[in-house]
C-alpha cells in the first residue's frame, strides 16, 4: 500500500499563487495531480514520469508547474496566475510497484479556492 499525503490547499485571490506538496509513504512509479468540482468529472492537470517527463493540461499550461524530489518521495505542484475556475478539490495520484504490478493510489484531496 502507498499512502499518499496533500498539504497546501488554501484560498487564495485571483492572479495569486498557491505550492500544493503531495507525500508518498514509500517509492512511487508516476505522480501527478487530477482535480474535481461538483458534478463533473476528476480532470488531469499534470502528470510527472519517473524520468522527469511531465504531462500538463492546456487549461494550465504556462501558469502550473509539475516537479518532484524522489528522496522525499514527493510531488509538488507549483501553481501560479489562478484564476476562479481553478477552484477544485485537488487529488495527488501515483502509481507504485506492489508484487510486480503497477497500482494506482489516491490522496484524500485538498481545497483549493480562488476568489475573484
Known amino acids: 500500500q502507498v499512502q499518499l499525503v496533500e498539504s497546501g490547499g488554501g484560498l487564495v485571490q485571483a492572479g495569486g499563487s498557491l505550492k500544493l506538496a503531495c507525500a508518498a509513504s514509500?517509492?512511487?512509479?508516476?505522480m501527478g495531480w487530477y482535480r474535481q468540482t461538483p458534478g463533473k468529472q476528476r480532470e488531469l492537470v499534470a502528470m510527472?514520469?519517473?524520468?522527469?517527463?511531465?504531462n500538463v493540461a492546456d487549461s494550465v499550461k504556462g501558469r502550473f508547474t509539475i516537479s518532484r524530489e524522489d528522496a522525499k518521495n514527493t510531488v509538488y505542484l507549483q501553481m501560479n496566475n489562478l484564476e476562479p475556475e481553478d477552484t477544485a478539490v485537488y487529488y495527488c495520484?501515483?502509481?507504485?510497484?506492489?508484487?510486480?504490478?503497477?497500482?494506482?493510489?489516491w490522496g484524500q484531496g485538498t481545497q483549493v479556492t480562488v476568489s475573484s
Open positions: 495520484y501515483a502509481k507504485a510497484f506492489r508484487s510486480g504490478l503497477l497500482y494506482d493510489y
Open positions: 514509500r517509492s512511487t512509479f508516476s
Open positions: 510527472i514520469s519517473p524520468g522527469g517527463s511531465t
